[in-house]
């Protein structure tokens, strides 16, 4: 699917497949002499990451491996609950490892924070964060992260791993939806 293919659904598009691969290439780039010599864990956030997590690990020439975990600060609306619950927890033991927490985007921080701090207690050599997105403006709590593909306005966007409603997590690109969408 393309940005034609979305028809009036789309507003913008914010950033290119071109624009995101570039820039992915980049940030693998950092990532392999930061860690030259060393075997790198990933560990993707789902569902959002996914996509950022595969293309940044294939332009990557390190060695690693990679695991997946899931989880949640929302309860049954869209408000946070304040309580960050684990929906699918690592296979992989810490110990030792040099974790790179991989994230599509960034918005306040307050469950990457609680992420960061649950994983760091698990007795990993190092733990980082890569993120293809970063809301600045947006930010409630300051997160340290190492590698930053995109800072982007405090719109919400979709695709590359975004979503609305579950919709759109397959594009390509980023960009905004037309307010007829989300009834903004």
């Known amino acids: 699917m393309d940005a034609k293919d ?37 560990v993707g956030v789902l ?42 927890d690592l296979d992989s033991d810490l110990d030792g490892r040099h974790v790179l927490i991989v994230e599509d985007i960034i918005d306040s921080g307050l469950t990457l ?3 960061l701090a649950n994983l760091r207690s698990r007795g990993p050599a190092s733990v980082e964060i890569a993120t293809l997105l970063r809301k600045p403006e947006a930010a409630k709590v300051e997160v340290d992260v190492r590698y930053v593909g995109f800072d982007i306005p405090p719109e919400f966007v979709v695709g590359y ?7 759109y997590r397959h594009l390509p690109f980023v960009g905004t939806l037309a307010p007829h969408v989300y009834g903004g």
Not at 10 to 33: F, G, H, Y
Not at 73 to 81: A, E, H, L, V
Not at 161 to 167: F, I, K, M, R, W
């Open 6 to 42: 979305m028809g009036a659904d789309l507003e913008k598009v914010l950033l290119t497949e071109e624009q995101i691969s570039t820039r992915l290439s980049e940030m693998a780039a950092q990532i392999d002499a930061d860690y030259a010599g060393r075997k790198l864990l990933l």
């Open 47 to 88: 569902r959002g990451a996914v996509m950022v997590m595969a293309d940044l690990a294939r332009k990557l020439h390190s060695p690693l491996e990679m695991d997946w975990m899931a989880v949640s600060s929302y309860g049954s609306g869209t408000r946070s609950s304040g309580v960050v619950r684990i929906l699918k």
């Open 113 to 115: 924070s609680w992420l």
């Open 161 to 167: 791993g975004l979503d609305y409603a579950e919709d």
